[in-house]
T-cell receptor, first 112, second 113 residues
Framework: DAKTTQPNSMESNEEEPVHLPCNHS???????IHWYRQLPSQGPEYVIH???SNVNNRMASLAIAEDRKSSTLILHRATLRDAAVYYC?????????????FGSGTQLTVLP | DAGVIQSPRHEVTEMGQEVTLRCKPI?????LFWYRQTMMRGLELLIY????????DSGMPEDRFSAKMPNASFSTLKIQPSEPRDSAVYFC???????????FGSGTRLTVV
């Protein structure tokens, strides 16, 4: 299965942008890049996903490298409520990799 | 939509007892997943169903664990007999077929003493 690599932890100041990196050098052509986050004492929450083009939604933006070997989740203005573990996951449209396999993620701390 | 509903939120039981965790997926979702989360092992997929049929149960730790999905709106995860090492937070998630995002429930925190 294609794997992702994320920093264990990152810090950000409140109201500043946050760029969370993810490396996935063994990504296949059909793998989608998914991001989830898990706030303390809650279940994981879907954030965004994409295939090749950059994606924006109300929560975040996803910037995908041209060679697709890396991606960056962008929170445009971090708030204290964004403190969570952020997971970058590759998901195949078929086969055993259709399900989400979570790694250890990046623990984001937002400083007031 | 009320989201994915899990019950109970907390369960404390004695070793050797049977435990049943319940999940109601979002209406219209045809895939359902059971995950377990511990500090040591993180989030692990236990089993997933597609159109009520178990597709992959390779993550089920042993025969003491079983899961059913009798219809599109209900699933159970049963542990019999329970052991202290089963203590964890169990999450249920559902999604529509394809590449849409998963919706997770709030989880059941199981403590086996």
């Amino acid at each position: 299965d294609a794997k992702t690599t994320q920093p264990n932890s990152m810090e950000s100041n409140e109201e500043e942008p946050v760029h969370l990196p993810c490396n996935h050098s063994t990504i296949s052509g059909t793998d989608y890049i998914h991001w989830y986050r898990q706030l303390p004492s809650q279940g994981p929450e879907y954030v965004i996903h994409g295939l090749t083009s950059n994606v924006n939604n109300r929560m975040a933006s996803l910037a995908i490298a041209e060679d697709r070997k890396s991606s960056t989740l962008i929170l445009h203005r971090a708030t204290l409520r964004d403190a969570a573990v952020y997971y970058c996951i590759l998901r195949s449209p078929s086969g055993s990799a259709r399900q989400l396999t979570f790694g250890s993620g990046t623990q984001l701390t937002v400083l007031p | 939509d009320a989201g994915v509903i899990q019950s109970p939120r907390h369960e404390v039981t004695e070793m050797g007892q049977e435990v049943t965790l319940r999940c109601k997926p979002i209406s219209g979702h045809n895939s359902l997943f059971w995950y377990r989360q511990t500090m040591m092992r993180g989030l692990e997929l236990l089993i997933y169903f597609n159109n009520n049929v178990p597709i992959d149960d390779s993550g089920m730790p042993e025969d003491r664990f079983s899961a059913k999905m009798p219809n599109a709106s209900f699933s159970t995860l049963k542990i019999q007999p329970s052991e202290p090492r089963d203590s964890a937070v169990y999450f249920c998630a559902s999604t529509r077929d394809g590449l849409y995002g998963y919706t997770f429930g709030s989880g059941t925190r199981l403590t086996v003493v």
